[in-house]
């Protein structure tokens, strides 16, 4: 039995419907990368996955020694943390706090866990700093440790690269797939179809037309060559998108 | 406390420490102190979640519904004001924190449609049903707080030391949960942390804080307990522990020395303590700018 499996999901809020039969396994060790235009029910499909959010219809079964809460998440950042007055160290060793039940301190391996994960993301020098004085990309680097804090199995990153500049973001892409290398599943909520194709290993394109796949499937699939030929022209006429990223349009429907 | 008087001699500031001493063996005077250090202890723990979570007028908003709680009360005619005053209050702060996430009305909407309808509620029903010879004094004082932190009884003073125990039990106990939920609710769900039930316990806990609190500085000043020390500690402190830590602090200090300082000059206990607050927000201010 694989670790996620997903049959015949329908996502939506209230009564409206927005992604429906949706069929997807997540196997130890996948790369998935989920893409799909915007509104088409993206990050709705990660809260479900994350039972944040109940399904319209359908199954989300967990299987192969994976636990409800084993699932590490790195959500897209919310406006109270960008003023947050916390530490990094403070940050990092919250995300022990699912272990935790109802114990009101950490132990000493959970401690030691967050000091690990911190080495981990090469944040060891910002440990004592303050959250909202950091970049960014150490930013994401330290929402990612805390995550790892929570599993050692899965992630799901909500547009982890979101906001981030050329050189950041892909040092973020390496260090997820160094991550992935090690053996800790990854699922990956992007628009960066490049990235998607160049990193995972199966995809899932929700919208109109439905695929989930391996990445070579996805190649030879209509909507991946029809995606690809876009991303290949975005990334033939930089100066056109180092404008758009200069006006700062970023989808704001993706935005909570 | 003496600058406003042309320069004070020895004598004079001698004169001054003596009356504090003496008026400090009266009980209620010991008692005012107590209560409203402890008053002021509980508020700005919580103060640093309320301020963080973009609740900064939960205080008001709650402290509203009380008033309009206490004006049925009195309309009434309930001896025990508190009887009907506290389950109201913790139901709308309850309802209040609950509305936060994803609903049509948004959080501070939610809040100030709440808070000022309580408030007109409250004024109208006690000009209905008016029992009192004195109703713009009875508004008054319950608006900017009253003196009856200075007629407490010994009962209510172990009762104020009870609960606000039983406060900083529970916060030094959740503190690390109350942390994760105040910083990223999400995350804490997913990873498998009761998030609805440590919002809950954070509504109840406020809930109860500010109808103590409504002695002290009435239901107009009460956010000014809960958010300025909150908002001064941040000024200098960047990781959450200190910030706490300071928070309490300071809040203890000015509330200690408002009621000091409404003593020996006659002022009104709240709104002074609310004024020492701005002082001291205004020199972190300061202090922060130059670090």
Known sequence: MAFITVKDLSLGYDSLVIADHLNFKVEQGNYLCIVGENGSGKTTLMRTLLHLKEPVSGQILIGDGLKNNEIGYLPQQTLVQKDFPASVWEIVLSGCQGRCGLRPFYTKEEKKLAEENITRMGITELRNRCYRELSGGQQQRVLLARALCATGKVLLLDEPVAGLDPVVTAQMY?????????????????????????????ILHIGDTVFFGTREEYMGSEVGKYMFRTARVSEKEPKNSEQICKNGVSDPAEKR | MQKWRFRPGRKEVKKEVDKLFEYFQYPFVRYAL??????????????VTLVLKRFSFIGDGLSHVA?????????????????IVLPITVISAILLLRTGQNTR???????????????????LLMNLFSVSSNLSGDVCSTLFGSTSILTL??????????????????FVFFYNKIFAVTFDEEFSRASGTQTDRYNLMIAVIIAVIIVL?????????ISALVIFPALSAMRIF??????TVCSA???????????????????PVGSTIVAVDVAVFLICCIAGSFK
């Open chain 2, 153 to 170: 009884t010994k009962g209510e003073v172990w009762a104020c030391i009870i609960l606000s125990a039983l406060v900083v039990l529970l």
């Open chain 2, 67 to 83: 008033f309009g709680a206490i004006s049925i009360a009195a309309v009434l005619q309930f001896s025990n004001e508190m009887v």
């Open chain 1, 174 to 202: 390496e260090l997820i797939a160094g991550l992935n290398r090690e053996g800790i599943t990854i699922i990956m909520v992007s628009h960066d179809i490049a990235a998607a194709l160049r990193y995972a290993s199966h």
């Open chain 2, 249 to 267: 602090v300071l809040s203890v200090i000015s509330a200690f020395s408002g009621i000091v300082i409404s003593i020996l000059a006659g002022t």
């Open chain 2, 213 to 221: 609190a409504m002695n002290l500085v009435g239901s107009l000043l």
């Open chain 2, 34 to 47: 107590i209560v409203g250090v402890l008053i002021a202890l509980c508020s700005s723990l919580l103060g």
């Open chain 2, 105 to 123: 009305i948004k959080g501070d909407a939610a809040i100030a449609m709440i808070s000022v309808g309580a408030l007109a509620f409250g004024y």
């Open chain 2, 238 to 243: 960047k990781n959450f522990k200190a910030v």
